[in-house]
T-cell receptor, first 112, second 115 residues
Framework: DAGVTQSPTHLIKTRGQQVTLRCSPK?????VSWYQQALGQGPQFIFQ???????QRGNFPDRFSGHQFPNYSSELNVNALLLGDSALYLCASSAQGAGGYTFGSGTRLTVV | GQQLNQSPQSMFIQEGEDVSMNCTSS?????WLWYKQDPGEGPVLLIA?????ELTSNGRLTAQFGITRKDSFLNISASIPSDVGIYFCAGQRTLYTGANSKLTFGKGITLSVRP
């Protein structure tokens, strides 16, 4: 049973560029959340998708956007990249109404 | 954004020793969770606590949900080398819709175990 799958695992981008990160949730899960983890910090909530809609959002600018597809997979898009966007981006899936999040191994984004 | 309070940032213990770490918040949570993160990996859930005062064990790990709902602690007994990693606490509130709410994490404690 595959857990949460994220791609790519590593990515290097230049300031000002745009990036798309992808996530496939664990089988049986219908809700996807995205977190940003800067070096030496705990994960910070970006947003959550359920039924292809953004349901909750953390304190992140509009440069961060997302999408959920009918098969529950999700994308995180970041526009106009800043050096400070360099971080590990984690995807977590869950079943709506049930406790417990399963995290993926993350995408390491480096902005130069 | 808000983060829960975890300190110290690092802990060093001898193999076989017990270790306790706690987590505090200025606000109430309905659920407390403890995660472990290894290098290059995402956090893995160790223990989930759903009720104030609850004490839950998972092997050598024991965690408690504070009575005030503003704190939790995790105890690891008889530590072994594979306990090395970063331990995060996380709090969660239940939305009125019943939907899963976001997790609020602490900064984590890096645990080192000397053989």
């Amino acid at each position: 049973d595959a857990g949460v799958t994220q791609s790519p695992t590593h990515l290097i981008k230049t300031r000002g560029q745009q990036v798309t990160l992808r996530c496939s949730p664990k089988s049986g899960h219908d809700t996807v959340s995205w977190y940003q983890q800067a070096l030496g910090q705990g994960p910070q909530f970006i947003f959550q998708y359920y039924e292809e809609e953004e349901r909750q959002r953390g304190n992140f600018p509009d440069r961060f956007s997302g999408h959920q597809f009918p098969n529950y997979s999700s994308e995180l898009n970041v526009n106009a990249l800043l050096l400070g966007d360099s971080a590990l981006y984690l995807c977590a899936s869950s079943a709506q109404g049930a406790g417990g999040y399963t995290f993926g191994s993350g995408t390491r984004l480096t902005v130069v | 954004g808000q983060q829960l309070n975890q300190s110290p940032q690092s802990m060093f213990i001898q193999e076989g020793e017990d270790v306790s770490m706690n987590c505090t918040s200025s606000s109430i949570f309905n659920t407390w969770l403890w995660y472990k993160q290894d290098p290059g990996e995402g956090p893995v859930l160790l223990i989930a606590l759903y009720k104030a005062g609850e004490l839950t064990s998972n092997g050598r790990l024991t965690a408690q949900f504070g009575i005030t709902r503003k704190d939790s602690f995790l105890n690891i007994s008889a530590s072994i080398p594979s306990d090395v990693g970063i331990y995060f606490c996380a709090g969660q509130r239940t939305l009125y819709t019943g939907a899963n709410s976001k997790l609020t994490f602490g900064k984590g404690i890096t645990l080192s175990v000397r053989p």
